[in-house]
């Protein structure tokens, strides 16, 4: 791995529930329902009781859907 790659993943951004919530326009409940299912990326732990998305997991969800769609037409 090239230094660069080590200094782009250590400077991830992480997303609260509420901001994943806000961004893809759903329930907090209906996320967790989807994490379940094992349609919707899972949390990485940052604390004993927090939890965090990796924004780049969450954009790669939302383009998963956008292919998708296209495949449908």
Known sequence: ????????????????????????????????????????PPPVKVGPRNSRWREKDIAEWMDSLRTAELADK
């Open 1 to 40: 791995m090239a230094p660069n790659e080590d200094y782009n993943m250590a400077i991830q951004t992480l997303l609260s529930i509420q901001a994943v919530s806000a961004l893809i326009s759903r329930s907090r409940a209906s996320i967790y329902a989807d994490i379940k299912k094992g349609v919707f």
